[in-house]
C-alpha cells in the first residue's frame, strides 16, 4: 500500500500543526505528513518543542513553512486545525482526496507566567494526541493502533 500523504494546515504552523504532524510520524514512520500555515511564523514555539519532548517526541528541527510550497501537491488528507486555516484552505489548488477541519484552540495566545503557559500548552497538545489518535485509527479501520 502507497503511504497516505498529509497536509496538516494552520495559520502560523508555530504549535498546533507541528505538534498534530510529530504525533501523526510517531503513530506510523511510514506515512508522508508535512505541515504548513498560511502566515508561518518564524519558529516553532519553544513551548510547543518542550510539551512534545515531554511525550518523547523531538520537534525541535521542524521550521514553519508556508502552504504556498505544496499548493501544487497532491495529498491524500488536508487537515486544518484553526479556523484561520480553514478559511483559507480553499486556495489550495492540489489534488486534495479527503478534506478535515479538526479544530484546536491556539495556545500561543496563552498569558501568565511559564508554568500557566505550560499548562494550556499540555492541555491542548493532549487533545491534538487524542483527535489524531481517533482520526489515524479512522484511516486505518483498526482499535489497536497506537
Do not use: W
Not at 45 to 55: C, G, I, S, T, Y
Not at 120 to 145: A, L, P, Q, W
Amino acid at each position: 500500500m502507497t503511504p497516505r500523504s498529509i497536509l496538516i494546515l494552520c495559520t502560523g504552523n508555530s504549535c498546533r500543526s507541528q505538534m498534530a504532524a510529530g504525533f501523526l510520524r510517531s503513530f506510523d514512520p511510514g506515512l508522508i505528513v508535512r505541515s504548513a500555515g498560511t502566515r508561518p511564523a518564524e519558529r516553532v514555539h519553544p513551548l510547543a518543542v518542550d510539551v512534545m519532548q515531554e511525550k518523547g517526541i523531538d520537534i525541535s528541527a521542524a521550521r514553519p513553512e508556508s502552504v504556498d510550497r505544496h499548493l501544487e501537491t497532491s495529498f491524500d488528507y488536508v487537515i486544518t486545525v484553526c479556523d484561520g486555516a480553514q478559511e483559507s484552505c480553499p486556495m489550495f489548488t492540489g489534488t486534495v482526496h479527503h478534506r478535515l477541519h479538526i479544530g484546536f484552540e491556539d495556545p500561543a495566545l496563552a498569558e501568565g507566567n511559564r508554568e500557566e503557559q505550560l499548562a494550556v500548552f499540555r492541555r491542548i497538545r493532549d487533545e491534538i494526541e487524542e483527535k489524531f489518535r481517533e482520526f489515524y485509527r479512522s484511516i486505518n479501520n483498526r482499535e489497536d493502533t497506537p
